[in-house]
């Protein structure tokens, strides 16, 4: 019974389910808990229940793994939220972000909450709106205008320190239609002069907060100008948020020197010297949560090696961790996201591949598609892999320098700046990875991270392009686009696509 197989589907929440299987059954129920803590990247406590088919497969709490079939669906339930009447203790303290931390701790909304104002102009506007039906307009004063921009720029910052236009031209609809008595008569939406006036705000705030130290603005600050004819060209090494980052260049958290950062980063290492049955996980957890601000200084400032920053940082290296750094400088669950965005496209995009067969892309797209055809209809994971693995051709981008296969190790070619070199059966060197012993990822001609399946290695791939702050392979620009930007939706609306993925996405909506 204990080497069984044990697949799962694991319900999340109301919309995310992912699917894991364990190569054996673990002995207990906490046991169980702790490999899906680290298969799906889960920082918080929670307990389990399954569909029960004794019982007509009614969810009934799982207390002992002989209840749980070898094909099961099981049910996350935390248990900060369903047992808030016990008592906590540290093994069930929720993990969660510093309250003083510095970061953004969440990507800009859906709807943009306007905030209040001073308590002279809430007054004024609440007047202002009761008589809009009664013709009268609202005059602003000078300071009145400037306590409303003002305001509406530390919020907007919040969100965002460099805001698209798109942005903020939702910000400004969104203060007309709170306060209508805002819009602006003879304007065809009402609100582009406050989206104008936003706009100028936003890079007048920018220049204050550097001034005040803030690094993600700062950063940008030295600039050649009229006052600084000596400082940069003005577009020269301007380090902003290119890919959807919400935290780029946080500030240390309160109270905290670099000395104390680095104090925290030498425990956490002295953690890595352990074996990994000793490790103390939750520590290194808060150790790396606490150290964001240093690592990305390091990372974003210096561009250390990568061989220098595995010894500085190993935790980011690991799998669990790695994905925790994504959604700090995100905040995105990043596998999650991933494969929901991606199940939802692998129809249409087998589909597309299928009638593309001239060319030498096309040729390939054919060969992919055939050996995609000989796998198991049922199983997700090679429609991914099909997907994915025909993407750059459907591109007309060439992948053999970053996706290699190879028979066995002695084979593997371990160099280049960002490779994935998949160990396969023979029959298989010349088609898909579908079926891999082990998948390498290569970075700067070494190996920092190995994974079983190819899809999964992917994944940790483009988190650690994030995390360590590097750029796209060259020649596969435009498949890691095509995961930021339609996958992920990582550009906030600003980002230009070159016409060929603009194609894909028309072709995909």
């Excluded at 069930?92 to 972000?97: A, G, H, I, K, P």
């Excluded at 390091?298 to 250390?304: G, H, K, N």
């Excluded at 060439?398 to 066995?408: G, I, L, N, Q």
């Amino acid at each position: 019974m204990a080497t069984d197989v044990l697949k799962l589907r694991v319900i999340l929440d109301e919309v995310n389910a992912e699917r894991v299987i364990l190569p054996s059954r673990p002995e207990t129920v906490q046991a169980l808990i702790s490999e899906m803590k680290d298969k799906l990247n889960l920082t918080y406590d929670f307990r389990l229940q399954f569909e029960d088919p004794e019982f007509d497969n009614a969810l009934n709490n799982l207390v002992n793994m002989e209840d749980l079939p070898a094909k099961a669906t099981v049910k996350v339930v935390r248990v900060i939220e369903s047992d808030l009447s016990s008592t906590s203790t540290d093994d069930t303290v929720l993990l969660s972000d510093n309250t003083d931390s510095p970061e953004r701790l969440c990507r800009w909304p859906a709807i943009f909450v306007v905030p209040t104002f001073s308590y002279e102009v809430e007054f004024m506007l609440r007047e202002s709106n009761s008589a809009l039906g009664e013709g009268k307009t609202v005059r602003l004063t000078r300071d009145q205008k400037h306590n409303i921009l003002d305001v509406m720029a530390a919020e907007i910052y919040k969100h965002k320190a460099y805001p698209s236009t798109k942005q903020i031209g939702l910000a400004a609809e969104a203060l007309v239609s709170k306060h209508p008595c805002l819009k602006e008569n003879g304007s065809k939406k009402g609100y582009e002069g406050w989206q104008n006036s936003l706009r100028f705000k936003m890079g007048n705030y920018r220049t204050k907060l550097s001034k005040a130290g803030i690094k993600d603005v700062a950063v940008n600050a030295g600039k050649r100008s009229r006052t600084n004819p000596e400082g940069e060209a003005s577009r020269a090494s301007i380090k902003r948020p290119r890919r959807g980052e919400i935290n780029f260049l946080p500030n240390y958290p309160h109270g905290e020197t670099r000395q104390t950062l680095e104090m925290q980063r030498l425990a956490m290492v002295e953690q890595f010297k352990r074996t990994s049955m000793e490790r103390d996980m939750i520590s290194i957890h808060q150790h790396m949560q606490r150290t964001f601000a240093l690592r990305r200084e390091e990372i974003v400032d210096l561009a250390p090696p990568v061989v220098e920053l595995k010894d500085r940082w190993p935790a980011l290296f690991c799998e669990a961790q790695l994905y925790s750094e994504f959604h700090r400088i995100t905040n995105l669950n990043l596998p999650s996201t991933f494969y929901a965005s991606l199940d939802k496209y692998t129809p249409q995009l087998l589909q597309l591949y299928k009638k593309r067969k001239t060319g030498p892309f096309g040729q390939k797209l054919e060969a992919i598609m055939m050996a995609f055809e000989e796998q198991d209809k049922n199983d997700i994971c090679a429609a991914r892999t099909a997907a994915l693995a025909g993407l750059p051709h459907y591109l007309k981008e060439d992948s053999s320098e970053v996706f290699r296969t190879c028979k066995d190790d002695s084979e593997a070619d371990q160099e280049g700046t960002v490779a994935l070199v998949a160990v396969v059966n023979e029959e298989e060197v010349l088609q898909v990875p579908f079926e891999t012993q082990h998948v390498s990822i290569v970075l700067e001609d070494m190996v920092v991270m190995s994974h079983r399946s190819w899809t999964d290695s992917l994944v940790i791939l483009f988190a650690l392009v994030y995390a360590l702050h590097l750029k796209y392979p060259e020649k596969l620009s435009g498949f890691f686009e095509f995961i930021q930007v339609i996958l992920l939706d990582l550009d906030d609306g600003r980002k230009q696509l070159r016409p060929k993925l603009q194609a894909l996405k028309n072709e995909l909506e």
